[in-house]
Structure formats: structure tokens, C-alpha cells
């Protein structure tokens, strides 16, 4: 086969178009810290890079829902708890108007008190967090209580949020069990309230255990939510597991290796200048060149 001019240097060309582009592909790696920046230079790491992608995105998704729960539930244990103070101070005070040496001036003014802290836990019923009413189900954008005269229930539609794949958390409790007509609260303060204004004190000693199983009821419902607490603690930590190890399987497919990257560009251009010295050497000069 006749070798000529010509095919060397087209031969020639066509390596040194080859080497630029490998340049060009090693100086985008470096820049990008990435592999690939387009699907076409590999659609295998494309397309397990999409899905690792969308494995972080969901795990990040969920960590969003789980600090939503943890708000909801932070600040209905921080509500139940002032309930529970408030129907203890219900409770110290009864017991000190049951006794024999408190007068009927004495105990209008223990009734005084006891109607501030009846309000106080209609406010805490109404508790609204973000523009949302965190005891009344799934009715979030109505109070619970909107005459403390006429209390008619409260809706017990669980809140749930998915925090996991196919794991939901109910991030309410069941007002309806604490302050509801159901849990008899506000009746049984008013009866209190009652056998105060009347001086009666039989009726104000058996309002001590009508109170008490009031106080039995927040604590119920403070113990199932702590459950619940805790086990969201626990999905919280497999995430921060999950996130990194998704994090991890996309990095290994999509970032470079940039001690290998640099060694292969350094590489790279040892071997085009050693392709453009050899060139310079194979054209070798031609008629026209001394025709000039």
C-alpha cells in the first residue's frame, strides 16, 4: 500500500482533533467535579444517576415531613403539659377549699381563680400553631372551642403524615379524650364552679376525683404521644442513615476522582505535545514552500 503525503497528515489531524477532545473532556471533568455533563457521554451514569438523585430527593422529602411531625408534636406536648399544671393548680386549690376552715369569702375567691384557669384551658384547646389549630383532627383551619358554654365536641380525625416509604405518623392527639364533652373537663369545672359560688362543701370534696381523672386523661394522652415521639426519633435516625448512604451511591457514580483526573490530564497533554512534536516532523516541506 502506497503511503503519501497527504494521509499522514490528515492521519495526523484527525489523532490531534482526537487528543484536544480528550483534553477538553478532562478540563470539563475538573471543572464540574462531575463524570459525565451530558447524558450522551455516558447513559449508564445517566440513568443510575437520576435514580440515585431521586433516592436523596425522597429521602429529603421525608426528613421534611418528620421535622413537620416533631414541630406538631413539640407543641402539643408543650400545651398538654401546661394542662396538666393548670388542672393541678384546679386540684391544690379545691382541696384547700374543702377544707373545714376556709369560709364562704375564702372560697369565692378560690372560684375567681378557678374561672381564669377554666379560660386558660379553653385557650389551650385553641392552641394554633402555623396558622393551624393543633387540636381539632384534621379541622385545623377551625377552633375547637368557640363557646366555652356550649362545647359540642371535637373533630378525632387522626392528623397522619408519611415520614417513611409506606410509614405513616399520626401527629395529633385525640382532644376530643381530653377536653371534649366526652372527658366531661369544663363540666366538671363548672360544677366545681357551682359548689363554690353555693358553699357546698360536700360537693366541692367529690370534685376532687372527678378533676383527678381529668388530670389521668392529659397524662394518658402526654404518654401516648411520647411513644409516638419516640418512635419518630427512631425513623429520624434511619434517614440520616438512608440520606447518607444514597448520598454516597450517587457520589461514587456522578463525582470524579480528582487525584485520577488530574493524572490522566497531565498524561493527556504529555502525549499531544509529544503528537504535535512528532507531527511538526512527518510535513515535511513541499515545492510550494520554496516557491514562496
Not at 426528613?63 to 388542672?87: C, F, G
Request: hydrophobic fraction near 35%.
Amino acid at each position: 500500500m502506497r503511503v503519501t503525503q497527504s494521509m499522514l497528515s490528515n492521519s495526523m489531524l484527525t489523532n490531534l482533533s482526537n487528543s484536544y477532545k480528550n483534553l477538553g473532556t478532562y478540563m470539563d471533568q475538573l471543572t464540574t467535579g462531575k463524570k459525565i455533563n451530558r447524558p450522551s457521554d455516558d447513559p449508564v451514569v445517566a440513568v443510575k444517576g437520576m435514580d440515585y438523585r431521586s433516592q436523596v430527593l425522597q429521602v429529603e422529602q421525608y426528613k421534611r415531613n418528620t421535622s413537620e411531625v416533631h414541630n406538631w408534636m413539640d407543641n402539643t406536648d408543650d400545651a398538654l403539659d401546661q394542662a396538666t399544671k393548670a388542672l393541678q393548680r384546679i386540684r391544690e386549690l379545691t382541696v384547700q377549699a374543702s377544707n373545714d376552715t376556709y369560709d364562704e369569702t375564702e372560697r369565692k375567691n378560690i372560684k375567681e381563680e378557678i374561672e381564669q384557669l377554666k379560660q386558660h384551658l379553653v385557650d389551650i384547646a385553641n392552641t394554633k400553631v402555623n396558622d393551624r389549630y393543633i387540636f381539632n383532627g384534621t379541622q385545623t383551619d377551625t377552633p375547637p372551642i368557640t363557646d366555652p358554654d356550649n362545647i359540642t365536641g371535637f373533630n378525632q380525625s387522626p392528623v397522619n403524615i408519611e415520614v417513611s416509604s409506606g410509614i405513616q405518623i399520626q401527629a395529633n392527639v385525640n382532644a376530643e379524650n381530653i377536653f371534649g364533652p366526652s372527658s366531661n373537663l369544663f363540666n366538671n369545672i363548672d360544677d366545681l364552679l357551682g359548689a363554690l359560688d353555693s358553699d357546698d362543701q360536700s360537693a366541692i370534696q367529690a370534685s376532687i376525683d372527678a378533676i383527678d381523672g381529668n388530670i389521668n386523661n392529659v397524662l394518658n394522652a402526654r404518654a401516648d404521644l411520647g411513644a409516638r415521639m419516640n418512635r419518630l426519633d427512631l425513623i429520624e435516625n434511619r434517614l440520616d442513615s438512608q440520606e447518607i448512604s444514597a448520598t454516597d451511591m450517587m457520589s461514587k457514580n456522578e463525582d470524579i476522582d480528582y487525584e485520577k483526573v488530574i493524572t490522566q490530564l497531565i498524561t493527556q497533554e504529555s502525549i499531544h505535545r509529544a503528537a504535535l512534536s512528532a507531527g511538526s516532523r512527518i510535513i515535511q516541506p513541499t515545492l510550494l514552500d520554496f516557491l514562496r
